[in-house]
């Protein structure tokens, strides 16, 4: 059931550990989250003091905070929803995409069906194994396929939402803050060190490279006629860009 539009359920579940569904401080929240770039599946989140975050390896529905693998849609926005990778919705936390799942299945569109239709509109068979699914449900929660889910007390409907959650597979990954580029040197018009956010204060241009080509920098990598170079990643805060940096360190 991942959503008004259908879901792409996995067949492992490992619930996380608490520090791992939320292992980053319970500080500045996540206000925005995308897929990282098209060559990977990694998830790139970013709090609201700019600093960003990547989801790396781990199950879909652990990456996308989204237990429910509910796709991007006006309801998963309204859900709180901040961006979407993989045409699946993100969410700022573990919490909010779980709520998602819950209020998801508590629309008119769901509630006034029994559970085994509801299986059959949330994991449907061109996409999934939708008897086993099914199966495997009732199994989880006990409750007969014939029983509406507008008829099920709140502790119920819980027990529903975790035997989604468990059917569709959250699996950690790991978790990793990038460094930020703070400020940027330039000599005859070319960017050639910057100033990092990690305690390694400034660094030559080719170590920046490095980071950036092994994932660690907060920053794009391109490739130039004279060797690689960096730009800062596309958003909308001015100050961010190189350039802007360089030319204010002048």
């Known amino acids: 059931m991942p959503s008004l539009e259908g879901v792409m359920p996995c067949s492992a579940f490992h619930r ?15 206000v925005s989250a995308r897929k990282r770039n098209s060559k990977s599946l990694d998830v790139l989140y970013t709090d609201d003091a700019g600093k960003a975050f990547v989801r790396h390896g781990g199950s879909r529905a652990w990456r996308n905070n989204n237990p429910g693998n509910i796709r991007k849609s ?10 979407e990778a993989g045409g699946f919705a993100v969410f ?7 709520q998602a799942l819950k209020a998801l299945l508590k629309t008119e569109t769901y509630k006034t069906l029994t559970i085994e239709d ?7 068979p061109k996409e999934n194994a939708t008897d086993a699914y099914a199966k495997n449900l009732k ?4 409750l007969e396929g014939t029983t509406k889910l507008g008829d099920l ?5 819980d027990a529903v939402v975790s035997a989604i959650e468990k059917l569709e597979g959250t699996i950690a990954g790991t978790e990793t803050p990038l460094i930020k580029i703070v400020g940027a040197i330039s ?3 070319r960017i050639v060190a910057y100033e990092l956010d990690d305690g390694s204060g400034v660094v030559g241009r080719d170590k920046a490279v490095s980071l950036a080509r092994a994932g660690l920098l907060d920053a794009v990598l391109v490739a130039g006629r004279s060797g690689f170079y960096l730009r800062a990643r596309p958003d909308e805060v001015q100050l961010n860009n190189l350039d802007v940096m360089a030319a204010e360190a002048a």
């Open 16 to 30: 996380p550990p608490a520090h791992q569904i939320n292992n980053r401080r319970n500080v500045m929240p996540y």
């Open 74 to 83: 006006s309801f998963a926005t309204a859900q709180g929803a901040i961006g």
């Open 92 to 98: 700022p936390d573990y919490q909010t995409g779980r």
């Open 118 to 124: 509801a299986v059959k509109r949330y994991a449907p």
């Open 139 to 142: 199994k989880l929660t006990g």
């Open 153 to 157: 007390k709140d502790a119920q409907l």
């Open 187 to 189: 000599e005859h018009g």
